[in-house]
């Protein structure tokens, strides 16, 4: 199965690069960026690599903490493609200058590439190659074309103009020796770039990202017209080779999953007990009292029809709030979180009487990992900690070798797929994200009964009416939704009602659209919809006394508000 390896220098799109080529049926590694290039890594063997991608980075390829890539990158004669950072220091290790810029190329930016004339020549030894690869930029050449390698001579003559996504402070103000620019920047620094003699191409932005037009076929003609890849992945192979290793690694031990009842950890949870024996799994749930409303009886029905045979309901709602009160910093409430988590599945699990070493399983996505700062490699910085991956405790396990992450390579796009593979009911294979600290994490401020209950009557109302109503086209607005919810903000704002003064809670509305959660943008609401669902909220629960509708993307903002 032909290979493409990654170099992850801590961008936080580095598995999405991976998941794209994946989505193009091409099997993918992601290692460490300094990782030594053995011979082992890049043998002709059963996953034979055939070329290499040099992710971004958040550092600066000029100061001592960017990241270096073993020299032999260089020297090994694969194809190599530099995303941001990566082109950098490509740029910055053969001999051309990488600096600091007066102002951040940042977001959708055009990107001019030159026209067939001027991106060829007699001279060029890898003409024929960079021909190939600037077949990705060509607006006439469909993606099934570049999967099948069948790249025409394009009659594109002229320049042209798309729509590239930018992420980076630095840039190149003198390319390597060798290299050529075929692409430029709005603000005038080199935007696409390749190699006279080497199969070395680069790029000044991020393909991977959505929000960059054809930037799937421009990854697909590194892979299929540069690389010579041939289409070899997929979900089920994907599922056969977890589960042998799930097997392998496990045994005959027991195994916990913590479960909440989303998307990710009921999809663990199906994975698990379609590849173990039932009677070793225990699934766990902790009814933590910041969870939405009727949780615990939606969870319950839907575990049993997987066929759980151990099912463990622990109500700790006064632990948790206990465990809250007082606490306002994001961080510390979620630390509280997680560290209570652990300690109170490692009490119930003693109640159990399940025998050492049992393994902790979970339903970690990479994005949690990535966001986490526990990426691959160990240059990605921190942007929120996760209960799953932050703790002290959990650390613990991780380090001692008990803990299970089925599904911590995937975006919550390909778990969803990976759910209705295994049999898990489409409702909850289309459940909107829930966050692991649940509603305290949607409570600005000090979490306590009262506001989770505000909270939980307001949020279900919105889903409700969300999962009622329709687009213009006829689908559930959940649907179109990848994800919805409402914030209790730590602001009183005044009103009338019944012709009385009254101060009530503020709520906002949060719906994004997104295709893997790394970036997202504002669902565009119907205003009629929107004004409705305020009125009934408002209505509804008489501590709301108004409400907003957040209307931040991802980035600047996380999808979460705290």
């Known amino acids: ?33 300094d990782s030594p290039l053995s011979a082992k890594i890049l043998a002709a063997g059963t996953n034979p690599v055939r070329g290499i991608i040099l992710s971004g980075s958040p550092e600066s390829v000029y100061t001592p903490q960017g990241a270096v890539p073993d020299q032999g990158v260089y020297t090994c004669g694969l194809p190599l493609l530099g995303i941001c950072y990566g082109l950098q ?25 030159k026209g067939e004339t001027e991106a060829s020549g007699p001279t060029l030894r890898n003409g024929e190659l960079i021909r190939k690869f600037l077949a990705g930029f060509d607006p006439a050449l469909p993606l099934d074309a570049l999967v099948n390698a069948a790249i025409p001579r ?118 698990l007990l379609k590849t173990l024996d039932a009677g070793q799994v225990h699934l766990m749930y902790l009814d933590t009292g910041l969870m939405r409303k009727d949780e615990t009886k939606t969870v319950t029905a ?61 339903g970690t996505l990479y994005t949690d990992l990535i966001e986490s700062g526990k990426g691959v490699g160990k240059k990605a910085h921190l942007i929120k900690s996760h209960h799953n991956v932050g703790s002290p405790l959990v650390d613990a396990k991780r380090n001692a070798g008990h ?20 049999g898990v009911d489409e409702e909850v294979v289309r459940r909107h994200p829930f966050p692991g600290p649940g509603l305290a994490v949607r ?31 006829g689908d559930r607005l959940y649907d179109e939704i990848w994800q919805a919810f409402a914030v209790l903000l730590p602001v009183r704002s005044v009103g009338v009602a019944g012709d009385v003064r009254k101060y009530g809670w503020v709520l906002a509305l949060r719906a994004i659209v997104s295709a893997d959660g790394m970036t997202a943008d504002v669902y565009p609401f119907p205003i009629k919809d929107l004004l409705e669902i305020s009125t009934l909220i408002t209505n509804t629960v008489k501590d709301i006394g108004r409400v907003t509708y957040d209307v931040s993307s991802k980035p600047p903002a996380t999808i979460e508000w705290e």
């Not at 199965?1 to 590694?29: A, K, P």
């Not at 290790?93 to 951040?104: I, K, M, S, Y």
């Not at 920047?185 to 080497?198: C, K, L, N, R, Y």
């Not at 600005?444 to 086209?473: H, N």
């Open 1 to 33: 199965m032909d290979t493409i390896l990654i170099l992850d220098f801590g961008s936080q799109t580095t598995q999405l690069i991976g998941r794209r080529i994946r989505d193009l049926g091409v099997y993918t590694e992601i290692i460490p960026g």
């Open 89 to 113: 220091r490509m740029t910055y290790d053969n001999g051309g200058l990488v600096e600091a810029l007066h102002r951040r190329e940042y977001g959708g930016m055009e990107v001019t590439v």
């Open 154 to 271: 394009s009659s594109r003559s002229a320049a042209h103009s798309f729509t590239a996504w930018m992420s980076h402070g630095d840039s190149l103000t003198r390319l390597a020796p060798g290299f050529r620019e075929y692409g430029v920047s709005a603000a005038g620094f080199p935007a696409v770039a390749a190699h006279d003699t080497e199969p070395w191409f680069g790029l000044q932005f991020h393909p991977e990202v959505t929000h960059t037009e054809r930037g799937l076929e421009i990854l697909a003609a590194f892979v299929f017209g540069v690389c010579g890849c041939k289409p070899g992945w997929t979900m089920e192979r994907y599922i056969e080779e977890v589960r042998v290793s799930l097997r392998e690694r496990v045994g005959r031990s027991p195994v916990l999953l913590l479960i909440s009842g989303g998307v990710d950890s009921t999809v663990a949870g199906a994975l």
């Open 302 to 362: 839907a575990l049993e029809r997987l066929g759980a045979r151990h099912l463990h309901i622990v109500h700790c709602e006064e632990e948790f709030l206990s465990a809250l009160k007082g606490l306002t910093d994001p961080e510390a409430k979620r630390k509280a979180i997680g560290d209570l988590f652990i300690t109170i599945q490692e009490r119930e699990v003693a109640r159990l009487g399940l025998p050492e070493p049992y393994f902790l399983a979970q």
């Open 403 to 422: 803990i299970v992450e089925p599904l911590d390579r995937l975006y919550k796009d390909e778990v969803r797929r990976l759910g209705r593979l295994l």
């Open 443 to 473: 409570i600005l401020g000090e979490v306590t009964r009262e506001k989770c209950d505000i909270l939980r009557d307001a949020d279900a109302i919105y889903i409700e009416e969300l999962k009622k109503r329709r687009s213009a086209a």
